[in-house]
């Protein structure tokens, strides 16, 4: 589970599931959710590809803590949806 907050800053969501598809020759970074939510837009596949690269890079680094009957915990990180010309 990984936190995200869109492009636009106005959707923060704890996810496990970020998909994207091409609508309109745009290439929109969605999580399912009943009705799927845009949590970023990007002009091309290549960038799109990318921050799905990121995102996986941001869960692959992220810390990890230990609960009292030792289970590991990730820690809350929230990734930041970057701009298109960010990317």
């Given at each position: 589970m990984i936190w995200i907050r869109?492009?636009?800053k106005?959707?923060?969501l704890e996810t496990n599931l970020v998909?994207?598809?091409e609508f309109n020759g745009k290439f929109?970074?969605?999580k399912w959710f009943?009705?799927?939510l845009i949590l970023g837009t990007y002009s091309t596949k290549e960038k799109a590809l990318k921050v799905l690269d990121m995102i996986q890079n941001k869960l692959l680094s992220s810390s990890?803590?230990?609960t009292a009957n030792g289970h590991p915990v990730m820690l809350k990180e929230i990734y930041q949806?970057?701009?298109d010309d960010e990317v």
């Open positions: 869109s492009q636009d106005e959707i923060l998909f994207f598809e929109e970074i969605k009943g009705d799927s990890y803590t230990l949806m970057p701009q």
